[in-house]
């Protein structure tokens, strides 16, 4: 049971490249987030997906875009880099609304924009 | 706007110490709070969920407790060990509001052998 996997680990981009970052989940939760982590920073949220074909904007929602068209991937792109966007990255998911349900972090992808 | 702090930042401890890690929130109108442990390089664990009509849960040696109407929540660690090590983060779910977790900036715990 491989739980949620993120890739890449890590990536540097160049500004104004473009990149999608990819999560997976296989344990058929309907929610899955996006957060971010700054240095020294919480985690805030980006976008999240109550089920396939549904989402919408958490906290930090500008600079990136999200699709979810199976249960299982939510990928999250960016679309013109910044040095803003230099970050770790999260991907969780849920069996259903609230943390009561259990939250299921990925390893995250450590991005930088140079 | 709901704001979490967590305090101290860092804190360094010898094996076998009792310890108290301290979470605050500005907005006592939550749905409940967690703990969770972060390890360089991996995601988040989650150790402790306290749903905001309760007081208190446990899990091993851990306890954590929930004070709403002062803002307050406390991460008690019995007997640390080398293995404990990480950061520690607290975050609220707000009432409403589908999975947006409010994080603090964690604390960084280093227990010495």
């Known amino acids: 049971n491989a739980g949620v996997t993120q890739t890449p680990k890590f990536r540097i981009l160049k500004i104004g490249q473009s990149m999608t970052l990819q999560c997976t989940q296989d344990?058929?939760?309907?929610?899955m987030y996006w957060y971010r982590q700054d240095p020294g920073m919480g985690l805030k949220l980006i976008y999240y997906?109550?089920?396939?074909?549904?989402?919408d904007k958490g906290e930090v929602p500008n600079g990136y875009n999200v699709s979810r068209s199976t249960t299982e991937d939510f990928p999250l792109r960016l679309e013109l880099a910044a040095p803003s966007q230099t970050s770790v990255y999260f991907c969780?998911?849920?069996?259903?609304?609230?943390?009561?349900?259990?939250?299921?972090f990925g390893s995250g992808t450590r991005l930088t924009v140079v | 706007k709901q704001e979490v702090t967590q305090i101290p930042a860092a804190l360094s401890v010898p094996e076998g110490e009792n310890l108290v890690l301290n979470c605050s929130f500005t907005?006592?109108?939550?749905?409940?709070l967690q703990w969770f442990r972060q390890d360089p390089g991996k995601g988040l664990t989650s150790l402790l969920l306290?749903?905001?009509?309760?007081r208190e849960q446990t899990s091993g040696r851990l306890n954590a407790s929930l004070d709403k109407s002062s803002g307050r929540s406390t991460l008690y660690i019995a007997a640390s060990q080398p293995g404990d090590s990480a950061t520690y983060l607290c975050a609220v779910e707000r009432g409403g509001s589908q999975g947006n977790l409010i994080f603090g900036k964690g604390t960084k715990l280093s227990v010495k052998p």
């Open positions: 344990m058929n939760h309907n929610y």
């Open positions: 907005d006592s109108a939550i749905y409940n």
């Open positions: 997906s109550v089920g396939a074909g549904i989402t």
């Open positions: 306290i749903q905001s009509s309760q």
């Open positions: 969780a998911s849920s069996v259903a609304r609230g943390a009561s349900y259990g939250y299921t």
